[in-house]
């Protein structure tokens, strides 16, 4: 995975561009980084333009002003990047969990640089009262103590099998990443997310097609709330990937890839 720096007015990306055809833009979870999609940038950069950057803020991109993180904020700066990117195409917003609240953000927006989504593990709603109130307190407490104690409460949530050999090895990798995320950023995100609207009303409205991605035993986003929001868009397929809990991507790449690979096929022979 080669990553380059794309400078735009408002953000410093760290970013994924490999490929050549139809542009997909990966947007991953909190608080994560492009990493967690490593074997979407494998299989689909063989076929597409892959476009997979660290949300400003995570991994290794940063937002340049000192502007409060919201996931409106978030998206409107993935637009510049594409932009910068000179894509000039509508492409397919793929985003998992907190990288699908800023796709919601991002069709809201910046619906003409879509040709469908993709959400992935992720749900349409706001918190309720008393999510946002512990997302306050979660925020409070990562800027005293670091963002070790959130990796070790979050990891088991993030996977169906984490006493697995194979899931014990990414499940290694995304703690290191999150233990890299710098404190301030995982305590803005919280709010940002305990801030965001509710999408929902949205969902009827969006005219693209939409493929939603469940985990058969993801704790995080079950798969029968994804199922409620598939039923409100018009033009929306649900697919539920067996034995993965939140990080579907990482944990049954294949059965993802063939999802997303079904998908992509679809909307371009409907074009
Ligand atoms: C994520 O994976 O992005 C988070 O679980 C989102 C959330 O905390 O709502």
């Given at each position: 995975?080669?990553?380059?720096?794309?400078?735009?007015?408002?953000?410093?990306?760290?970013?994924?561009?490999?490929?050549?055809?139809?542009?997909?833009?990966?947007?991953?979870?909190?608080?994560?980084?492009?990493?967690?999609?490593?074997?979407?940038?494998?299989?689909?950069?063989?076929?597409?333009?892959?476009?997979?950057?660290?949300?400003?803020?995570?991994?290794?991109?940063?937002?340049?002003?000192?502007?409060?993180?919201?996931?409106?904020?978030?998206?409107?700066?993935?637009?510049?990047?594409?932009?910068?990117?000179?894509?000039?195409?509508?492409?397919?917003?793929?985003?998992?969990?907190?990288?699908?609240?800023?796709?919601?953000?991002?069709?809201?927006?910046?619906?003409?640089?879509?040709?469908?989504?993709?959400?992935?593990?992720?749900?349409?709603?706001?918190?309720?009262?008393?999510?946002?109130?512990?997302?306050?307190?979660?925020?409070?407490?990562?800027?005293?103590?670091?963002?070790?104690?959130?990796?070790?409460?979050?990891?088991?949530?993030?996977?169906?099998?984490?006493?697995?050999?194979?899931?014990?090895?990414?499940?290694a990798e995304v703690r290191q990443v999150i233990c890299k995320?710098?404190?301030?950023?995982?305590?803005?995100?919280?709010?940002?997310?305990?801030?965001?609207?509710?999408?929902?009303?949205?969902?009827?409205?969006?005219?693209?097609?939409?493929l939603f991605i469940a985990g058969q035993h993801d704790p995080?986003?079950?798969?029968?709330?994804?199922?409620?929001?598939?039923?409100?868009?018009?033009?929306?397929?649900?697919?539920?990937?067996?034995?993965?809990?939140?990080?579907?991507?990482?944990?049954?790449?294949?059965?993802?890839?063939?999802?997303?690979?079904?998908?992509?096929?679809?909307?371009?022979?409907?074009?």
């Amino acid at each position: 995975m080669n990553c380059k720096t794309i400078e735009t007015a408002n953000a410093s990306f760290n970013v994924v561009d490999q490929g050549e055809g139809s542009p997909i833009l990966f947007v991953h979870g909190f608080p994560l980084d492009h990493s967690m999609w490593r074997f979407q940038i494998e299989t689909f950069s063989k076929t597409n333009r892959v476009i997979c950057p660290d949300l400003p803020g995570f991994g290794k991109s940063h937002l340049k002003s000192d502007s409060e993180m919201s996931l409106e904020l978030l998206g409107n700066s993935l637009a510049e990047l594409l932009t910068e990117l000179q894509i000039n195409e509508p492409l397919v917003f793929c985003g998992l969990s907190m990288g699908g609240y800023v796709g919601w953000q991002f069709w809201k927006n910046h619906s003409r640089l879509l040709c469908g989504m993709v959400a992935c593990n992720t749900r349409a709603a706001n918190d309720t009262e008393q999510v946002a109130r512990g997302r306050q307190i979660g925020a409070e407490s990562v800027r005293k103590t670091g963002a070790a104690p959130i990796a070790d409460a979050l990891i088991p949530k993030l996977f169906y099998q984490p006493e697995s050999d194979k899931i014990k090895l990414v499940a290694a990798e995304v703690r290191q990443v999150i233990c890299k995320t710098d404190r301030e950023s995982i305590a803005s995100g919280q709010i940002a997310m305990s801030q965001r609207e509710d999408s929902t009303p949205w969902l009827d409205r969006i005219e693209l097609p939409v493929l939603f991605i469940a985990g058969q035993h993801d704790p995080i986003t079950p798969s029968s709330e994804m199922r409620e929001n598939a039923r409100l868009v018009p033009k929306s397929c649900i697919r539920e990937i067996t034995n993965a809990g939140h990080m579907t991507p990482l944990e049954q790449p294949d059965e993802f890839n063939d999802a997303l690979r079904e998908y992509l096929d679809q909307i371009s022979t409907n074009r």
